[in-house]
């Protein structure tokens, strides 16, 4: 699960409806999860403690987050490699200590009133978050050494019956069936043609990014292969999300939760 402003998920079809597709609210009634991008980041800085409360606060059934590694060895929330796009610092990730990280404000960028937050470590984001919503990591390193300390970290600090984690190899696929074999796997897949591969090796959930969609054989091949489909909708928009519901999807993913929840709710006619 660059800015789902996914990265994320935000480029959506050019598609407008004088009204509501025939199937809309029924697809809307058939969503199973909404999962806040980078916790609630439309309206709290992303990757932050603040954002993961707002998440909780809304209602979402998940929240992901970008799980970097420090120079140190420590696992913290960031989306970029390079710390310069959220904080008031610069340097990458990779070549800071936690300490080092830990003085930089990464709230102030996104609005004064935010000045102060911190960046936070993967373990303070899974125990504010056990027992209260469900956590969705996005994997952005490949090394085993990492897999290790994340599933480390989880199994620790977290719930690993409560973790999804955002798979972006076939082979972090392979090894995370091993090392947490309870938690969800979606397929952040690199390209179409990874679809089968990523589903071979067990993945039962594909991330599509909104332009792939204008393949409509796309989403039939996903069907066929039986998995099921994880879309990004934005800021939750009710224009933003009527093209989504076409294709059924049983996941959504929104920067702002909130309004996604009450998107779908007016859709669904609740």
């Not at 025939?22 to 609630?40: D, L, Q, Y």
């Amino acid at each position: 699960m660059s800015s789902f402003q996914l990265v994320a998920i935000l480029l959506l079809p050019s598609i407008s409806f004088a009204a509501d597709p025939p199937n809309a609210a029924t697809s809307a009634a058939k969503i199973k999860e909404v999962i806040g991008h980078r916790g609630s980041c439309a309206d709290r800085p992303e990757n932050t403690l603040a954002s993961y409360r707002r998440a909780i606060e809304v209602g979402a059934h998940a929240a992901e987050l970008d799980a970097r590694t420090t120079k140190d060895g420590a696992l913290i929330c960031m989306h970029d490699a390079d710390v310069e796009h959220t904080t008031d610092g610069k340097g990458k990730i990779a070549n800071l200590t936690l300490a080092e990280i830990k003085t930089l404000d990464a709230g102030g960028k996104f609005a004064p009133k935010f000045k102060g937050e911190r960046v936070p470590e993967l373990r303070e984001v899974l125990a504010l978050c056990k027992g209260k919503i469900v956590v969705m990591i996005d994997l952005k390193e490949t090394r085993e050494e990492y897999a290790k300390n994340i599933a480390a970290e989880v199994r620790e600090h977290g719930d690993p019956k409560h973790l999804i984690l955002g798979i972006r190899t076939v082979g972090h696929a392979k090894l995370f069936r091993i090392l947490l074999p309870d938690a969800r796997q979606i397929g952040l897949v690199p390209t179409v043609d990874d679809i089968k591969p990523f589903a071979d090796a067990g993945v039962k959930v594909i991330r599509l990014w909104p332009k792939w969609l204008a393949d409509e054989t796309l989403v039939p091949k996903v069907r066929k292969l039986g998995l099921e489909l994880l879309l990004g909708a934005g800021n939750g928009t009710r224009a933003e999300v009527l093209p989504l519901l076409i294709h059924e999807p049983e996941s959504i993913s929104s920067d702002d939760p909130a309004q996604l929840i009450k998107t779908l709710a007016e859709i669904r006619g609740k």
